[in-house]
């Protein structure tokens, strides 16, 4: 069974650095796509970044480029999400999520998901 | 980038009923679409993928069309479990896009 946890997550002031972890059982980690995708309080899905299964490849969306990285490290079968320059409008609910295809080229849609962490951007 | 619209926001109806959610593309995403139902304080769970494939284990109630622009969930003989919000999203192009949600409640 694919089992994806988060971790990391919490309060944090405007301005500040959060690291996001996901770690995961079930599945061969290192040969899927891996997804953030995050939900404001009481709002709608917003996609965030994905990282290819070597690390090669990343994407993100604009909102965050420049602030976010998304990394992996598949010998620890983890991924990760750094978060810097947070504000505000980075309060969400941060949920890990894997790709349906095993070692594709061209990531799908959004197959397993974790049960997401909280972030709290406020002073 | 790509804007998905759902319609309506929300829905009400009964136990039994025949409901159908439309979502719409600002352009042509061929048909990489893909429908998620979540529930208060729960990770959302893929229904459909690739317009109208059905996810293993998703009740046959549920079915998905559509093609280009123009895309409908169809839930036949709504049952209990089926009360949630749904979404639909493009991975056609980045950034991948989620329409902005229906709730299906309780008429």
């Known amino acids: 069974e694919v089992q994806l946890v988060e971790s990391g997550g919490g309060l944090v002031q405007p301005g500040g650095s959060l690291r996001l972890s996901c770690s995961n059982s079930g599945f061969a980690f290192s040969s899927y796509w891996m997804n953030w995708v995050r939900q404001a309080p009481g709002k709608g899905l917003e996609w965030v970044a994905n990282i290819k299964h070597d690390g090669s490849e990343t994407h993100y969306v604009d909102s965050v480029k420049g602030r976010f990285t998304i990394s992996r490290d598949n010998a620890k079968n983890s991924l990760y999400l750094q978060m810097n320059g947070l504000r505000a409008e980075d309060t969400a609910v941060y949920f890990c999520?894997?790709?349906?295809?095993?070692?594709?080229?061209?990531?799908?849609?959004?197959?397993?998901w974790g049960q997401g962490t909280l972030v709290t951007v406020s002073s | 980038d790509i804007q998905m619209t759902q319609s309506p926001s929300t829905l009400s109806a009964s136990i039994g009923d025949r409901v159908t959610i439309t979502c719409r593309a600002s352009q042509s995403i061929s048909g990489w679409l893909a429908w998620y139902q979540q529930k208060p304080g729960k990770a959302p769970k893929v229904l459909i993928y690739?317009?109208?494939s059905l996810e293993s284990g998703v009740p046959s109630r549920l079915s998905g069309s559509g093609y280009g622009t123009e895309f409908t969930l169809t839930i036949n003989s709504l049952q209990p479990d089926d009360f949630a919000t749904y979404y639909c999203?493009?991975?056609?192009?980045?950034?991948?896009?989620f329409g902005q949600g229906t709730k299906v409640d309780v008429k």
């Open positions: 999520v894997r790709d349906p295809l095993y070692f594709s080229g061209w990531p799908e849609y959004f197959q397993h």
């Open positions: 690739k317009a109208s």
């Open positions: 999203q493009q991975y056609s192009n980045y950034p991948r896009t």
